[in-house]
Every structure is written in structure tokens, then in C-alpha cells.
């Protein structure tokens, strides 16, 4: 090989200054620690950026090992045999590890290792950059400890919510009325236990079932869907309770009446319906029973009323047919009597017959019947109550009429016994002819 010249080494040696100069400041414009070391990891060279991390002035770092800022001696072992070796990978690759500064101070750091190589391939060293991820490593802390407060802000809803359904289930269940709901379809999305013992279904039967296809008589369906078209629309108030007939699973109708109330979505708009049913058949079976004893009862009232005054007219008759027989044919004859009589014993029986006579006709006239023919029978039975001092109330309570009747009749009587537009107290009146 020639001998180079004065002028070629001179050349070169400008080269490598000029390089030299080029690598410094960008060494030096790095933010990141950078530190180069020979092949036993004696530090040969440090940038500004990792004096100001270590907090080691270049004089304390050159010529001594790398093994200073590491924490422990065994990381700095472990990265000797996977990274700063000979034989280690050129390919740079990041890793994370925890350093010590001068102040003792222990921080993790972000760092790249690798071989350098000649222009030959042989190794030189080793260069490390390092980057101090303190504020990323408590930003991921802080990260991770709100994850964790958040998992467990979200479990504890998850069991609330758990728990609130299943509350709410058992309120369902144990509610004495049937509660289904239906969507905007008219589809069952939720049924209580007492909707299924009602229908004689499961759940899983009812769940997603059309309501009007399944569970409406059809001859009641199209009014009925009726119905909860007008929920939908809207027009609550006037569909809000109705009541019709459902069948079960098993054909059986029954009579429900239902509470009806909408349901939204967030934001207002209708989306379906809840509805409340009771079983009413049996009360509606109760009720028409009931009526028709009642129209029996007055039936039966109505001709014991008949029959009340055929025996009052009949018995009025009677007493008078008997009394116009003594007036007409006994008193004459009585009078004559008492006038050609003079036999002593003879006057006695006559007088003795006279009195048996007047006690015959006592109860006639002591009748009020009997002194005004004219009162109906259910106007004496009113007169009766009078005397006896009852209120219009109470004669109201005891015939089961309405007060307004009882003073009806009290006009009445007032007219036939001739007393109508005086100031005659009308009980005092009837005692007064006792």
C-alpha cells in the first residue's frame, strides 16, 4: 500500500474534525440521556441531556461503569447479557428500566441499547439512550387507579342494578294484579307472576307474544286494539281504564278491568304501555246475582203490597158492612127498645147488650182505617209511624224509601184527612183522634 501524502492526511483528518464537530452537536441537541461506553461498559462519552438526569457532571461519568446509574447490580447483569454484549442484536429496541441518580433518586426510564459497529462490522461499544417516563408512569398510574376506581364504581352499579331488578321483580310477582307491558307492536315485554297464573302461561310463553292475536277474544280485538291505539296517540285520559274480557291459555275467559299508562323513551316520545288488570268475573258474577235477587225481592214486594191492600180493603168492607148492620138494623130496633121497655130485669140485658155492642164497634173506631177509608194501605202504615213520633227519616230507613216519598205521602194523608194548608201538627192531629 503507497504512503499517503502530507496533503491526503491532512485531508482526512479535516474529514473526521469536521464529522466530529457534526456528531457533537447533534449529541448534544438530543433531549434524551445518551451515553456511549466501550466494550467492558466504561463510560466514554455523555450528552448534556443525561448529565442534567443523572445529575453527574461529565468529569464524575467518564471512565467509570455504566452499573452507577443502574438501581440494582442484577438489572444491570441482566441487560449486559441481552443487550450490551458483542453478541447482542444490532437492531435497536426499546425497554423499560428503573435508574439512580447521584441524589439517589430512583426514576424508570424508557431506554434503547445497542452494539456499535465499525465501518468493518466489529464492535465498538455499546450506546444507550434513555428517556425519564416519571410523568408518563404516574399519568398510567393515575390512569390505572381511575380504571380500577371506575371497574369498581361499575361493578358496584352492575350489583345495584342486579339487585334493583330483582327487587323490582319481586315487587312484580308479589302484586295482587296482573301487570304486562307491551311495545309499540302491542308485543308482551315483561309480565308479573299473578299475568301468568291469569293467562295460564310461562314467561318465556308470553314474553314477545301480539297481545290482541294471543290473549283477546276475537270478537273483542279490533275494539280493544282500539284502545291502545289511542294510548298510543296519545289520548290517555279517555282510554285510561277500560275494562274486557281475556282468554288464557286454556280458552277460559275472564273479565279484567285494566289501568292504562304510557311509556317513553328518553326523550318523551310514546314507545308503549304498562297496564294493571284485576280479575273481575267473579265480582261481576256477584253483582248480576245480587240484581237479580233484587228484582225478585221487589217482585215479591210488589204484590205483598197488592196483597196488603186487597186485605185492607177487604177488612175495611168488613167493619163497615158490620156497622151499617148495627146502625141500620140493631140500633133502631135498640131504641125502640129503651122507649117501651119499663120491666127493670128487661133494661138491665138491654143495657148489658148495648155495652157489648159498643165494645164490638170500639176497635172500628178507635181504627184509623176505619174513620178515613180513604188512606191507601202503605199511607196507614205511614200514619202509624207518625204517631209514633218517627221522624220522615226514619220512616225513609225502616221502608226503604227515599225521604222525598215519605213526604209525598205525608201530603197526601194531609189532603184526605182534610188538615192540607192548616196549622195543624199532623201527629198531634192522629193522637188527637186515637
Same mark, same amino acid.
Given at each position: 500500500?503507497?504512503?499517503?501524502?502530507?496533503?491526503?492526511?491532512?485531508?482526512?483528518?479535516?474529514?473526521?474534525?469536521?464529522?466530529?464537530?457534526?456528531?457533537?452537536?447533534?449529541?448534544?441537541?438530543?433531549?434524551?440521556?445518551?451515553?456511549?461506553?466501550?466494550?467492558?461498559?466504561?463510560?466514554?462519552?455523555?450528552?448534556?441531556?443525561?448529565?442534567?438526569?443523572?445529575?453527574?457532571?461529565?468529569?464524575?461519568?467518564?471512565?467509570?461503569?455504566?452499573?452507577?446509574?443502574?438501581?440494582?447490580?442484577?438489572?444491570?447483569?441482566?441487560?449486559?447479557?441481552?443487550?450490551?454484549?458483542?453478541?447482542?442484536?444490532?437492531?435497536?429496541?426499546?425497554?423499560?428500566?428503573?435508574?439512580?441518580?447521584?441524589?439517589?433518586?430512583?426514576?424508570?426510564?424508557?431506554?434503547?441499547?445497542?452494539?456499535?459497529?465499525?465501518?468493518?462490522?466489529?464492535?465498538?461499544?455499546?450506546?444507550?439512550?434513555?428517556?425519564?417516563?416519571?410523568?408518563?408512569?404516574?399519568?398510567?398510574?393515575?390512569?390505572?387507579?381511575?380504571?380500577?376506581?371506575?371497574?369498581?364504581?361499575?361493578?358496584?352499579?352492575?350489583?345495584?342494578?342486579?339487585?334493583?331488578?330483582?327487587?323490582?321483580?319481586?315487587?312484580?310477582?308479589?302484586?295482587?294484579?296482573?301487570?304486562?307491558?307491551?311495545?309499540?307492536? *302491542?308485543? #308482551?315485554?315483561? &309480565?308479573?307472576?299473578? %299475568?301468568?297464573?291469569?293467562?295460564?302461561?310461562? $314467561?318465556? +310463553? /308470553?314474553?314477545?307474544?301480539?297481545?290482541?292475536?294471543?290473549?283477546?277474544?276475537?270478537?273483542?280485538?279490533?275494539?280493544?286494539?282500539?284502545?291502545?291505539?289511542?294510548?298510543?296517540?296519545?289520548?290517555?285520559?279517555?282510554?285510561?281504564?277500560?275494562?274486557?274480557?281475556?282468554?288464557?291459555?286454556?280458552?277460559?275467559?275472564?273479565?279484567?278491568?285494566?289501568?292504562?299508562?304510557?311509556?317513553?323513551?328518553?326523550? *318523551?316520545? #310514546?314507545?308503549? &304501555?304498562?297496564?294493571? %288488570?284485576?280479575?273481575?268475573?267473579?265480582?261481576? $258474577?256477584? +253483582? /248480576?246475582?245480587?240484581?237479580?235477587?233484587?228484582?225478585?225481592?221487589?217482585?215479591?214486594?210488589?204484590?205483598?203490597?197488592?196483597?196488603?191492600?186487597?186485605?185492607?180493603?177487604?177488612?175495611?168492607?168488613?167493619?163497615?158492612?158490620?156497622?151499617?148492620?148495627?146502625?141500620?138494623?140493631?140500633?133502631?130496633?135498640?131504641?125502640?127498645?129503651?122507649?117501651?121497655?119499663?120491666?127493670?130485669?128487661?133494661?138491665?140485658?138491654?143495657? #148489658?147488650?148495648?155495652?157489648?155492642?159498643?165494645?164490638?164497634?170500639?176497635?172500628?173506631?178507635?181504627?184509623?182505617?176505619?174513620?178515613?177509608?180513604?188512606?191507601?194501605?202503605?199511607?196507614?202504615?205511614?200514619?202509624?209511624?207518625?204517631?209514633?213520633?218517627?221522624?220522615?227519616?226514619?220512616?225513609?230507613?225502616?221502608?226503604?224509601?227515599?225521604?222525598?216519598?215519605?213526604?209525598?205521602?205525608?201530603?197526601?194523608?194531609?189532603?184526605?184527612?182534610?188538615?192540607?194548608?192548616?196549622?195543624?201538627?199532623?201527629?198531634?192531629?192522629?193522637?188527637?183522634?186515637?
Amino acid at each position: 500500500m503507497a504512503e499517503k501524502t502530507y496533503e491526503e492526511l491532512e485531508k482526512e483528518l479535516e474529514r473526521y474534525k469536521k464529522n466530529a464537530i457534526l456528531f457533537e452537536y447533534i449529541l448534544n441537541a438530543i433531549p434524551e440521556a445518551v451515553v456511549f461506553s466501550d466494550l467492558d461498559r466504561h463510560i466514554q462519552m455523555v450528552n448534556p441531556a443525561c448529565q442534567k438526569l443523572l445529575g453527574y457532571t461529565e468529569q464524575e461519568l467518564i471512565g467509570r461503569k455504566s452499573e452507577l446509574f443502574y438501581k440494582n447490580s442484577q438489572d444491570f447483569i441482566q441487560h449486559g447479557i441481552t443487550r450490551f454484549n458483542p453478541e447482542a442484536e444490532s437492531k435497536l429496541k426499546s425497554y423499560e428500566a428503573e435508574y439512580r441518580k447521584k441524589n439517589g433518586e430512583i426514576f424508570p426510564a424508557e431506554t434503547i441499547g445497542t452494539v456499535v459497529r465499525d465501518d468493518n462490522g466489529l464492535p465498538m461499544g455499546f450506546l444507550g439512550i434513555a428517556k425519564d417516563i416519571t410523568e408518563r408512569k404516574q399519568a398510567e398510574q393515575a390512569h390505572h387507579e381511575y380504571q380500577d376506581l371506575l371497574e369498581k364504581r361499575i361493578l358496584k352499579r352492575s350489583k345495584e342494578l342486579l339487585n334493583a331488578q330483582a327487587k323490582f321483580r319481586k315487587y312484580l310477582d308479589v302484586a295482587a294484579v296482573m301487570l304486562v307491558a307491551l311495545n309499540n307492536k *302491542g308485543e #308482551i315485554t315483561l &309480565i308479573n307472576q299473578e %299475568g301468568c297464573n291469569l293467562l295460564k302461561v310461562t $314467561e318465556d +310463553e /308470553a314474553l314477545d307474544r301480539n297481545w290482541f292475536d294471543h290473549f283477546i277474544p276475537q270478537r273483542m280485538r279490533d275494539e280493544v286494539k282500539g284502545v291502545f291505539l289511542q294510548l298510543m296517540q296519545g289520548e290517555e285520559s279517555s282510554a285510561r281504564f277500560y275494562e274486557n274480557p281475556i282468554v288464557n291459555g286454556r280458552g277460559e275467559e275472564r273479565l279484567i278491568s285494566f289501568k292504562n299508562t304510557v311509556l317513553t323513551d328518553d326523550e *318523551g316520545n #310514546i314507545n308503549g &304501555i304498562l297496564s294493571s %288488570g284485576e280479575d273481575i268475573s267473579e265480582r261481576r $258474577e256477584n +253483582e /248480576a246475582e245480587l240484581a237479580r235477587r233484587r228484582h225478585r225481592l221487589e217482585e215479591v214486594n210488589t204484590a205483598l203490597d197488592v196483597l196488603l191492600q186487597q186485605s185492607g180493603e177487604a177488612k175495611q168492607k168488613i167493619e163497615k158492612d158490620i156497622m151499617a148492620n148495627i146502625t141500620n138494623l140493631i140500633n133502631p130496633h135498640i131504641s125502640k127498645l129503651e122507649v117501651i121497655l119499663e120491666d127493670n130485669r128487661a133494661k138491665i140485658f138491654l143495657n #148489658i147488650l148495648k155495652a157489648n155492642l159498643n165494645k164490638i164497634t170500639a176497635s172500628f173506631s178507635q181504627d184509623i182505617n176505619f174513620k178515613f177509608p180513604s188512606l191507601t194501605p202503605r199511607e196507614i202504615q205511614v200514619v202509624d209511624f207518625i204517631r209514633h213520633g218517627l221522624t220522615n227519616k226514619d220512616i225513609a230507613e225502616l221502608l226503604h224509601l227515599s225521604t222525598r216519598t215519605i213526604e209525598t205521602y205525608r201530603d197526601n194523608i194531609r189532603v184526605k184527612l182534610g188538615i192540607k194548608n192548616k196549622r195543624i201538627n199532623l201527629r198531634s192531629y192522629l193522637l188527637s183522634h186515637q
